[in-house]
């Protein structure tokens, strides 16, 4: 069984860090390229970052640029993808998905693995 599990969320205050974790069970991310997405109240959801298991390539929002960072664990058998976020606005509090596509694709699209969510609010 395919799962995507997020953490890390929570509540922080404005210009501070956070970092998301996705860690997947019954695939290898090797074979993936995996992204992170965020639905905040009212809104679409919006892709953040995304990259490729395979060959490492990055991918991000102009939100993003400059303030998030998506890395991968390369310890053997690590199925972990982080998002780490700095100097977090109330503009990013949303709900932050992870998903898992084919390699082929810049990003995972809604017909992909997708995790539950976590929810990162952003408050002073």
């Known amino acids: 069984q395919i799962q995507l599990v997020e ?5 922080v205050q404005p210009g501070g860090p956070l970092r998301l ?15 992170w997405f965020r639905q905040a109240p009212g809104k679409e959801r919006e892709e ?9 390539r990055t991918v991000y929002a102009e939100s993003a640029k400059g303030r998030f960072t ?3 664990d390369n310890a053997k058998n690590k199925n972990t993808v982080y998002l780490h976020m700095n100097n977090l606005k109330s503009d990013d509090t949303a709900v932050y998905y992870c998903a898992a596509g084919p390699l082929l694709r810049r990003c995972p699209t809604a017909d992909d693995f997708w995790g539950q969510g976590t929810q990162v609010t952003v408050s002073s």
Do not use: E, K
């Open 7 to 11: 953490s890390g969320g929570g509540s």
């Open 70 to 72: 998506i890395s991968r």
């Open 21 to 35: 974790s996705c860690v997947a069970s019954g695939i290898s991310f090797n074979y993936y390229v995996i992204g």
């Open 48 to 56: 953040v970052s995304c990259i490729n298991g395979d060959n490492g």
